[in-house]
């Protein structure tokens, strides 16, 4: 078994040295409890309203950020992962997140797809992401200590292709993370479960809570296991769940191997062909 710590912080806009306080505090609790991996939500490094000041806050990927939790991951025996926004070597950002273990500097991911939604029910506002970001183009799975490891960001989850990509590269774990705000709670409950349930595989869903500026947070996050052995069911149970307020560190123990006892006998990747998939090929280029 491996405990699994989701950790949701209210971001200081802006203001890394703050964000990366608490996000040590909170990975110290969680090694405490005996928590093997902590992972914070989508731009927990900044916070999601930098407006243009993304442009200075963001940093490379391994950079200042990379060191300092890799040496607390050193210290601790622990694996991080974390949002953040990632300047490239040519200048480009991207919504990204990384993955530090005790060995040191794993690798990183790149949000896939950029929303461009309205942030709230009533007002014109949109999410910053396709101002500032680039949207990234890969889906790496790291073969760590503890298993293999996908992570998706935000609006990535709504898309069932980058998870059942992920699943079939070989994730033993999909993360999720995100910085949703409240008036998508009610989206993305159920969708976590359900990406857990169609792949048969553990899922680790963590959110940003609390008010930063004008946004306010739903927090929420979950792990969801890919399945129990006895009862065969997908997706279940639901194996731990974070308030919906408040800064804190929400833990469970997982069977990363669940998803292998539980697909023989409900075999949705067996299932699969790869006409579905040309299919929808064929219907996607049409309607572009």
């Not at 093997?36 to 243009?52: K, R, W």
């Not at 976590?192 to 946004?215: C, P, Q, S």
Request: proline share 6%; glycine share 10%; charged share 25%.
């Amino acid at each position: 078994m491996t405990k699994v710590a989701i950790g949701q912080i209210t971001p200081v806009t802006g203001d890394k040295k703050q964000n990366l306080k608490k996000m040590k505090e909170l990975t110290l609790e969680a090694v405490e409890q005996g928590a093997q991996l902590i992972v914070f939500p989508e731009l927990a490094l900044t916070g999601y309203n930098c407006g243009d000041d993304f442009f200075e806050v963001a940093e490379p990927i391994p950079g200042e950020a990379t060191c300092f939790f890799e040496e607390l991951a050193h210290n601790h025996d622990i694996h991080i992962i974390w949002g953040m926004p990632e300047k490239s070597i040519s200048g480009v950002l991207y919504n990204a997140a990384a993955l530090v273990g005790p060995n040191g500097f794993i690798g990183k991911w790149r949000k896939n797809t950029l929303p461009g939604h309205a942030t709230d029910q009533t007002g014109p506002g949109a999410f910053p992401d396709r101002r500032y970001f680039k949207a990234g183009e890969d889906l790496p799975v790291y073969d760590t200590e503890i298993g293999k490891i996908g992570v998706l960001i935000c609006y990535d989850i709504f898309f069932p292709e980058l998870s059942r990509a992920l699943t079939m590269k070989g994730a033993d774990l999909i993360v999720g993370i995100s910085g949703s705000p409240t008036f998508e709670k009610e989206i993305f409950e159920p969708i976590v479960k359900v990406r857990a349930m169609e792949n048969i595989i553990n899922f680790v869903y963590t959110n940003l809570v609390g008010k930063e500026g004008d946004t306010e947070y739903w927090g929420g996050g979950c792990i969801v296991s890919a399945g129990d052995k006895e009862t065969k069911v997908p997706g279940h149970p639901i194996l731990c769940k974070a308030p919906y307020e408040g800064e804190c560190i929400t833990l469970a123990e997982i069977d990363i191997q669940a998803h292998h006892k539980v697909r023989p006998y409900f075999p949705v990747l067996r299932d699969l062909t790869t006409r579905m998939y040309e299919q929808l090929a064929d219907i996607h280029r049409k309607l572009s």
